[in-house]
């Protein structure tokens, strides 16, 4: 059975950093898109970033946020810079195999909130 399991959020002011991790049992990591997505309060979940051989950024993100990936370790990071009460959500971990963005598993989700 596929888990994913993020860690690393927390309560941070605006302008400090965050790294956020996401640990997936699949035994073919190497094969899966790996994505980070955000829920709000009261809005819809967003897309922040994805990896696959390239990276992908929300344009809301582009620039202060880091993916990558560790694939001896089957984990995907988020280094978060810059945070800005805006980026407070519940952050998710996704995997989609191959290319696509047909997210099939998903973590349990891990609480960020920027205080001003």
């Known amino acids: 059975q596929v888990q994913l399991v993020e860690s690393g959020g927390g309560l941070v002011q605006a302008g400090g950093s965050l790294r956020l991790s996401c640990v997936a049992s699949i035994r073919t990591f190497t094969s899966y898109t790996m994505g980070w997505f955000r829920q709000a309060p009261g809005k819809e979940r967003e897309f922040v970033a994805r990896i696959t051989w390239s990276t992908n950024y929300a344009d809301s993100v582009k620039g202060r946020f880091t993916i990558s990936r560790d694939n001896a370790k089957n984990t995907v990071y988020l280094q978060m810079n810059s945070l800005k009460p805006e980026d407070t959500a519940v952050y998710y971990c996704?995997?989609?195999?191959?290319?696509?963005?047909?997210?099939?598993?998903w973590g349990q989700g891990t609480q960020v909130t920027v205080s001003s």
């Open positions: 996704a995997a989609a195999y191959g290319a696509t963005r047909d997210y099939e598993y």
